[in-house]
């Protein structure tokens, strides 16, 4: 089945304790994502790959690191996590960066900051 | 360079009643538009796109859209809503500019759908 996945779906932690938020895609995709969802503001991106080796900053990618080492795999790091990054965070793959394509998107990680 | 404006937070329907939910875009390119669908406690799913192909798009539930350049419009429409339409939805305009591509979500529309 084709999905994108990520891991963990919940995660409670405290200031300044460094976490990762793994993702992976089985569709052979080009193009991955993350985006994190607010009340009131939809979705905003956060960083975005084109492909292996290559990132990019979104709309707002202050306080978030990324890598793309493999492919299939696209990481979200936050090196000292900060309460206002509270947020539920999708990842999504597209089969490329075109703009035309859709995305394929996870069920979603709820961090909570505390 | 692009923005898209989801002109309801919310809307509230009976069951079998149409369903409309707006979307105004702005683009300084030809832009793709897409509907997506968020059901509680899940990812988005992919409704319908619009790639520069027929103006009236068919999506998957007997959704539809069409695509109004005139009046920079993607409106979301269905003739009869079922219960299990009641989610979160959200309009996107998308495009690449200089090798880079961002797209650009909608603030999202509530459908609530009433017995």
């Known amino acids: 089945e084709a999905q994108v996945t990520q891991n963990p779906r919940y995660l409670i932690t405290v200031t300044g304790k460094k976490l990762t938020v793994t993702c992976s895609q089985n569709?052979?995709?080009?193009?991955m994502s993350w985006y994190r969802q607010d009340p009131g503001l939809g979705l905003r991106q956060i960083y975005y790959?084109?492909?292996?080796?290559?990132?990019d900053k979104g709309d707002v990618p202050e306080g978030y690191k990324v890598s793309r080492k493999e492919k299939r795999n696209f990481p979200l790091i936050l090196e000292s996590p900060s309460p206002n990054q509270t947020s539920l965070y999708f990842c999504?793959?597209?089969?490329?960066?075109?703009?035309?394509?859709?995305?394929?998107f996870g069920d979603g990680t709820r961090l909570s900051i505390l | 360079a692009q923005s898209v404006t989801q002109l309801d937070s919310h809307v509230s329907v009976s069951e079998g009643t149409p369903v409309l939910l707006r979307c105004n875009y702005s683009?300084?390119?030809?832009?793709?538009l897409f509907w997506y669908v968020q059901h509680p406690n899940k990812g988005l799913q992919l409704l319908l796109k619009y790639t520069s192909a027929a103006t009236l798009v068919k999506g998957i539930n007997g959704f539809e859209a069409e695509f109004k350049k005139s009046e920079t419009s993607f409106h979301l429409t269905k003739p009869s809503a079922h219960m299990s339409d009641a989610a979160e939805y959200f309009c996107?305009?998308?495009?690449?500019?200089?090798?880079?591509?961002?797209?650009?979500f909608g603030r999202g529309t509530s459908l609530i759908v009433h017995p």
């Open positions: 569709m052979n995709h080009e193009y």
């Open positions: 683009s300084s390119y030809s832009p793709s």
């Open positions: 996107v305009v998308s495009g690449t500019w200089g090798g880079s591509y961002i797209p650009t």
């Open positions: 790959s084109m492909n292996v080796e290559v990132t």
């Open positions: 999504a793959s597209s089969r490329e960066g075109s703009g035309n394509q859709p995305q394929h």
